[in-house]
């Protein structure tokens, strides 16, 4: 007996196997070192503990975003995604604004490990900034 497949299954594949896939060198040059899930098996309450950044090309611009989650209970606090940039000295740095304060990450790459500088910045100025840093592995 003979089984007849949908027509929108057929579509589908048919979709699929027409789609460009990008070069591979392409995606290489899109790829920036820092890209990946890292994580500070370490962490203290309150602290960095995943740094996810991600890169793609748009035009032949390489966009980042950055997403960071710190230690709090009873799971852990996402802050969510944000544009990501690499400044003058090199370093891949975010802002994740917030209600209270305003939070800054600066990443320092070190081989196969990477060092998340991180600055709590209060908007109420009577409020002192906070900072930590935290040494992290890809997860």
């Not at 070192?33 to 098996?41: D, K, L, S, Y």
Request: hydrophobic share 45%; glycine share 4%; charged share 25%.
């Amino acid at each position: 007996m003979r089984k007849l497949i949908p027509l929108s299954a057929v579509l589908a594949l048919a979709l699929l196997a027409s789609a460009p896939f990008p070069a591979a060198a392409a995606d290489e040059r899109c790829q920036v070192p820092e890209a990946g899930r890292w994580i500070n098996r370490n962490a203290d309450y309150q602290e960095i503990r995943i740094l996810e950044i991600e890169s793609h090309c748009r035009g032949k611009q390489i966009v980042m975003r950055m997403r960071a989650f710190t230690r709090c209970s009873p799971r852990d606090c996402k802050w969510g995604w944000t544009d990501a940039w690499r400044n003058a000295s090199g370093r891949v740095e975010a802002s994740f604004p917030g209600l209270f304060g305003a939070r800054e990450i600066q990443v320092i790459t070190m081989e196969k490990r990477i060092e998340a500088l991180v600055t709590y910045r209060p908007h109420d100025r009577s409020n002192a900034a906070e900072f930590h840093a935290a040494i992290m592995v890809r997860d």
